[in-house]
C-alpha cells in the first residue's frame, strides 16, 4: 500500500529558487522496513533534487522490479514515474529518452535487478551511454522473496540464514569502468555528506552516470558476517575522494589544501571538486580506477567516491546524430511526407 | 512434343545456389513480364544459409490476375546441380525444364513426358568474361536472356530495366546488356524458340505496383508518423526496419540542421526492443518494432505491461513457420493465437491481418492511431510470404485531409482547466478509455505512476479485489469500444443461392479468392466469403458465420488457429467451422483450397451441425 503524505507544511520550510520545499519532492510514505538504506537514498535524491532547482515535472523516475524498485513512488510526487518489469528499466529508459531528451532521467534498480535478470539490458545502455543517471541500490540480497543471495553478495558473507555465500560478486562499478560507462561511483547508503554531492554530479553528466549504492538490508542481511551490513561497511568503507558538487553559476570556494583538490568542468558548465583522499587515483583514468579498487578489495576495503568521469563522452542522441527537438514534439508537417511524395514512391516501384 | 499454345499462363521456377547473386537477374526477370503489362507473382523459396544452398524463385504469370500460388511448375530453369534430380521431378508433365549443359545432364534424370533444353550458359560465359565472379553473376543474366528467347518476350524491356538498376554506375550496363543477348542468342541456337508457353504485352497491370510487403510496413511507419523504433534482427522482419530506416533516410533528414527527424536503435534483445518502445510511447513518440516468432514469446512479458498499463505500442509480426526455430526461412500463419493472447493473465491483443502490400502500409500507418486511440498493443500480423517477397499490389494512397489520431491525452491547459483531481485510470468518458498525460507536462497536475501491479484510478497501488475487478472490466469495456476502430472484413457474396461461407485472412486472400472463382467456374459451387482483417472482429464476422449453414476457415497452421479464436471468442458450434489447413512452410496454393472444398461438399450432403447428431 502507498500512503499519502499529509499536505501540512512547515511555514519557515527553506525554499529553492524555483519557490520549491522540500515537501515539493517527496512522494508518497514509504512501505520498506524501519532502517532500510533504500529509504535514505530516496531522501538523498529528494535533497539533490530541492538543491538543484529541479523542476521536479522536468524528472522521470523509471524502476525495475523489487523492494529498490518500489522507492520511485516515494521521492518526487511530482515527476511521472513507471515501474516496469524485472531487470528492464534500462531498455523503458532508454526508449523514454529517445522519445525526449529534454527530461532528467533517474533510473532506480537493485542488485538482482540490475547484476542478475537485467544484466544484459544494464551493460547495453551502459554501452549507449545513455543520458540517464543510474543508482543501483545493492543490498547483496533478495528482500521481497524473503533473503535469497544475489549476484553482488560478497564471497563467504553470511546473510541471515547464516549460510556463507560459495561464488564471487559482480562487481558493478568494475562491469561498468569495463563497458566504457562515462560516470562511475560507488557509494553509501548511510554516508548522506557523500551521496548527495555524487547524485547531483551524475545528475550534471551528460550521459550514463552510474551510482552503486551499498544499502543495508535491514531484514536479511544485516547480521554479523553480512559484508553488506551497517555495522561492516561503516567499518570498512575508503574514501577515493571528497566530493562537493557546484552548479554553474556559483563561485568555487573550497577549503582543502592546496594540491590535493581537483576541479572536473561538466558539460553544462557545473564543477565538481574533488578533494583526493588517494593521491595515486586519477579520476579520468579507468585503469587507475580499476587497479585501486583491486587494490582496496584486495586490503579488505570497499572504495567509495567518484571512481571515473569522462565529462566529453556524446550521448546517445549525440552519436545518433538525432534532432535537437524531442522527437515527441515533431508535428504532423515534419513527419508525414504526404500523398505527393506517395505518388513519387509509387511510381518508383513500376 | 505437341502442346497448346499457353500466352500469359504459367508457373516458372528459377533454382540457383544461395549467394550466388541470382536474385537481382530474378528480379529483372520478373520485372521484365510485370512491365509487359502482365501479372506476376513472385516468391522467394530460400535456405536459412549465406551461401551454399539451394534457393528457388518461383513466379507464376497469369494474366487473369490471379496472384497467389497456383501450385505446380511448367518450366523448370535448373541451374544448380544439387538440386536438379528434386528440380526435375517437380516439372508438370509437358512442362520444359532447362539446364545449364556446359556439363552433361545425368540421363537417369531424363523424362519423356516433359522437354529438356540445355544451353551451355557457363561455356559461353567462360569465352566472353574473365573474372570469374563476373562469369558467376553473368550467367545468371544470361538465363535471363535465354527466357526472353524461350517465352518470346521484349528484349527492350529487359535492357531498359538493366539501365534503371545500373543507373549512377553506367560500366556495368554494357557488360549486363551483353550477357542478356549472349543468353538470348544461345537459347536461339539450342532450341527453337519460343516454347509453348509464351509472355505477350498485355495491359492487366494498369497502375499496380510491385512492393514487398516489408519495405510497405516500413513506409508506413513513416506516415503513420513513428519516430522511434528499437528492434532485433530475426528474419524475415528484419526489412521491415531496413525500409522503414530507408525511407526515413530519404524523407526524415532535417533540412535545416542535416540531423535526424528519428531514431531507430538496434537492440540487445527482443525484450529490449519492446521495452524502448514502450518507454518511448510512454513519453509521447510513436514508436514501433518487429519481430517473428521466437521475439514474439521473447516479448511477451512486456506485451502484458503494455496492456495492463494502458501504454500504446505498435509491433510487426512477420510470421514464419515454428514453433521454436522451425523452419525460419518458410512461411505459416501461427502466431495468431499467440499474438492475440499474447501475456500471462488475461490480455488480448488487437490484431490486425493485412493480405497485400497495400495493407501492409495502410495497417501499420493506422495501427499508431489505433494503439494511441485505445492505449494498448498493436500487433499487424504479416508473414514471410507477404513480407519478403515482391506482390503486385493497388498502388499506396495517402488522404492528406486525415490527421494523426492522437487519442486522449491530457495538455498543461486542460490539467488547469480540471475542477477535479487527474486520475490516470478514471473512465470520464465511459468507453473505457482513460485520459494519460505526457511525462514533463505540468509543473504539479497530471503526473502519475505507470505500473504493472494493480491500480486504482488514479495509479496508484492497490491490492483490493474491488478496485482490480472494476480495472479488468473496464478494460474489457475498452475491448468492445475497440471494434469500431478496427479494420472492418470484406465480404464478397455470391449472387447464387448460398448456405456455404469462407473465411481467409492474411495471405491466404488471394489462393482463396482464386479457389473460390475455379470452384464456382469449373465446380458450379458458389461460395460467399470473408476476409478477417482484424482482432477483435466486429459483428459482421459474426453475422457472417451465423448466416450460413457452415464456414470453411483457411489458414496456414496446422492447429486452426483462427477458428480456435472463433469459437473461444463467440461459443460457435465448432462443427459449423471446417478447417482447411496448409503448413509445410510454402504459401498456400488456390488449387489446395479449390480440391479440399471440392472434396469436402462432395462427400457432405447434409449439414455438419446435423451430421453430429
Known sequence: ?350 | MKRDIKINKCVIKIATINGTGSASANALFAKGVFRMGVPISPKNIFPSNIQGLPTWYEVRINENGFLGRRGGIDIMVGMNPQSMERDIAEVEKGGYFIYDSSKPIDPKLLRDDIDIIGIPFMERCREAFTDPRQRQLFRNVMYVGALAALFDMEMEVLKELLHEQFKGKEKLISPNVKALEMGYQAAKENCECPIAYQINRRDKVGNKILMEGNAACGLGAVYGGATFSAWYPITPSTSVIEGFEKYCRQLRMDPETGKKNFAILQAEDELAAIGMVIGASWNGARSFTATSGPGLSLMYEFLGLAYFAEIPTVLVDVQRSGPSTGQPTRTQQSDVLAAAYASHGDTKHICLYPSTPKECFEQTAAAFDLAERLQTPVIIMSDLDLGMNAHMSDPLEWDDEKKFDRGKVFTAQDLDEMEEKFGRYNDLDNDGICYRTYPGTHPTKGAFFTRGTSKDEYAIYTESGEKYIANMERLLKKWETAKQYVPKPIIRTTDKPCTVGVIYYGTSEASTLEALHHLDRLHGISLDSLGIKAFPFNEDVVQFIEDHEYVFVVEQNRDAQMRSLLINEYDFDPYKLISILHYDGSPITARYIRHEVRDWILRTTTSPSRLRR
Open chain 1, 1 to 350: 500500500m502507498s500512503y499519502a503524505v499529509p499536505g501540512f507544511r512547515h511555514p519557515n520550510l527553506p525554499t529553492n529558487e524555483l519557490g520549491f520545499t522540500t515537501k515539493d519532492y517527496e512522494g508518497s510514505v514509504s512501505t520498506l522496513c524501519a532502517g532500510c538504506g533504500h529509504d535514505s537514498i530516496s531522501a538523498a535524491i529528494i535533497d539533490a533534487c530541492f538543491e538543484l532547482s529541479i523542476p521536479p515535472h522536468r524528472v522521470a523516475k523509471l524502476s525495475g522490479i523489487g523492494c529498490s524498485s518500489k522507492t520511485p513512488t516515494y521521492f518526487l510526487g511530482n515527476s511521472h514515474g513507471f515501474n516496469s518489469v524485472h531487470g528492464r528499466m534500462p531498455s523503458v529508459a532508454t526508449g523514454a529518452n529517445m522519445a525526449n531528451r529534454n527530461l532528467l532521467y533517474i533510473g532506480v534498480s537493485g542488485d538482482g535487478d540490475t547484476a542478475s535478470i537485467g544484466m544484459g539490458q544494464f551493460v547495453h545502455a551502459v554501452r549507449r551511454n545513455v543520458n540517464m543517471v543510474y543508482i543501483c541500490e545493492n543490498n547483496g540480497v533478495y528482500g521481497l522473496t524473503k533473503g535469497q543471495d544475489s549476484a553482488t553478495t560478497d564471497l563467504g558473507s553470511k546473510s541471515k540464514k547464516g549460510e556463507p555465500n560459495a561464488l564471487e560478486p559482480i562487481d558493478l562499478c568494475a562491469v561498468a569502468l569495463q563497458l566504457g560507462a562515462s560516470f562511475v561511483a560507488n557509494s553509501f547508503s548511510g554516508d548522506k555528506k557523500q551521496l548527495i554531492p555524487i547524485i547531483k554530479a551524475a545528475i550534471a553528466h551528460n550521459g550514463f552516470a552510474f551510482i552503486n549504492v551499498i544499502s543495508p538490508c535491514v531484514t536479511f542481511n544485516n547480521a554479523p558476517g553480512s559484508t553488506k551490513s551497517y555495522d561492516y561497511v561503516r567499518e570498512h568503507m575508503a574514501s577515493t575522494n571528497a566530493v562537493d558538487y557546484v552548479p554553474p553559476a556559483e563561485e568555487i570556494t573550497t577549503d582543502y589544501e592546496p594540491g590535493t583538490t581537483e576541479q572536473v568542468v561538466m558539460h553544462d558548465g557545473s564543477t565538481i571538486n574533488l578533494q583526493k583522499m588517494d593521491p595515486k587515483h586519477d579520476v579520468h583514468s579507468r585503469r587507475s580506477s580499476l587497479a585501486l579498487m583491486q587494490e582496496y578489495k584486495a586490503e579488505g576495503k570497499i572504495l567509495t567516491g567518484l571512481l571515473f568521469v569522462d565529462p566529453d563522452m556524446p550521448e546517445i542522441h549525440s552519436s545518433m546524430n538525432t534532432t535537437d527537438i524531442p522527437l515527441r514534439n515533431l508535428g504532423e508537417d515534419k513527419l508525414c511526407p504526404g500523398s505527393d511524395m506517395l505518388e513519387k514512391i509509387n511510381a518508383k516501384l513500376r
